[in-house]
């Protein structure tokens, strides 16, 4: 059986780090830090939940993580790269290769289909058409909008917009998924089949998966949880 598939909490512990943020300081302009002497651990594989109040830094922690900001102090390590000291052309392979990222507001390509959008990140890897084609295809079909690929974002709904995202950010298998508030605009029935899909996939593939989320029920379905707050990251 391959690894990934038997993976528990007790192999993950045992496992090289994916992601290392030592004391990472970040605030925008004059005011207090965002995020002060942040130390974190995600070991590969592990699926965390962050959870904390609005505001208190959390899209600002994964922006970071995924090289889209920079920190003012501290270091950030993925999978042994040092993001936050990348050349803008290594940071943008970085994203292209390593990373699937769900942001809060999608951003979907809006000249594109929903489809092209959750084809993107294989084009971007050379991956050929048909193949592309059909990945992603089979994520729109997993999460239940295989009819909407020929629309574009422009006529999707939030929750349909949600999903090509989510579709997005895993086709091309990263090594690490930052997802924020993947589900948010889902009703429970639909978030509930888009968060299997995107457990499942993580653990299936060994990918680590840092997800924000408001939900403590979803927040419970993840290996472990943590907290953001003004005095910095703790164990939930
Ligand atoms: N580009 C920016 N310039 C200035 N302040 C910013 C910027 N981005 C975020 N902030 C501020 O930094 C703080 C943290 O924002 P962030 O978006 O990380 O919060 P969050 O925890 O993701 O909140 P939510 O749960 O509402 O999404 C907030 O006070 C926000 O107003
Ligand atoms: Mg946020």
């Known amino acids: ?7 528990t909490p007790a192999s993950i512990a045992a496992r090289a780090p994916a992601v290392t943020l030592t004391q990472v300081t970040r605030h925008y302009a004059a005011e207090r830090p965002v995020i002060k002497d942040l130390d974190l651990l995600l070991r590969r594989g592990e699926r965390v939940a ?3 109040e609005s505001g208190v ?4 922690l994964l922006n970071l993580i995924a ?3 920079v920190p003012d102090a501290g270091t950030i390590d993925v999978a042994g790269v040092r993001v936050d000291t990348l050349s803008d052309a290594a940071r943008v392979r970085y994203r292209r290769e390593t990373l699937g990222f769900v ?5 979907l390509l809006p000249h594109l289909t929903a489809l092209q959008n959750a084809m993107v990140p294989l084009m971007l890897s050379g991956t050929g058409e048909r193949l592309a084609r059909e990945r992603a295809l089979a ?3 997993q999460l239940g909008i295989a009819q909407r690929a020929d629309a574009r ?3 999707l709904s939030g929750g349909e917009q949600q999903r090509v995202a989510l579709a997005r950010a895993l086709v091309h298998r990263p090594a690490l998924v930052l997802a924020d508030e ?3 605009n889902l009703d429970p029935a639909t978030a509930r089949l888009a968060l299997g899909l995107l457990l499942d996939q993580c653990a299936r593939q060994g990918t680590t998966l840092l997800m924000v989320t408001h939900s403590p029920e979803t927040a419970a379905l993840a290996d472990r949880r943590l907290v953001l707050t003004q005095r910095g990251l703790a164990e939930g």
């Not at 830094?57 to 600002?60: A, M």
């Not at 942001?103 to 951003?107: N, R």
């Open 67 to 69: 090289g889209l900001d």
């Open 139 to 141: 994520l729109l079909a």
């Open 1 to 7: 059986m391959p690894e990934e598939i038997s993976a």
């Open 153 to 155: 974002p422009g006529e």
């Open 57 to 60: 830094g959390k899209s600002t």
């Open 182 to 184: 993947p589900t948010g």
């Open 50 to 52: 962050l959870q904390g």
């Open 103 to 107: 942001f809060q507001a999608f951003h």
